[in-house]
């Protein structure tokens, strides 16, 4: 059986938040992660793609960042992977 991959289209998808709903949208994804990396892999079977982890943890930590920046805090300009979140 020959298997052919085919080249995945990223597609920008880009929407309108307040900052009570981008706040929300925010705590949601940190709980999330931190679910992904504390409690899941406690569980039988649980596998997780490391590149998948590092995209989620890349992608909350840029809405993190936004949702300071709104605020007027100042946040340094990381990016935890060193990749584009947006390739995943």
Do not use: W
């Not at 793609?49 to 805090?73: A, F, I, Y």
């Amino acid at each position: 059986m020959h298997r052919t991959t085919t080249a995945r289209r990223v597609t920008k998808i880009r929407f309108a938040l307040n900052d009570a709903e981008a706040k929300l949208l925010a705590t949601m994804a940190e709980n999330e992660l931190f679910r992904m990396r504390f409690v899941n892999p406690r569980l039988p079977g649980y596998l997780i793609d490391p590149d998948v982890l590092r995209h989620c943890q890349s992608v909350t930590m840029r809405l993190s960042e936004m949702t300071k920046k709104q605020k007027g805090l100042a946040t340094p300009d990381l990016n935890v992977t060193g990749q584009d979140a947006d390739a995943l």
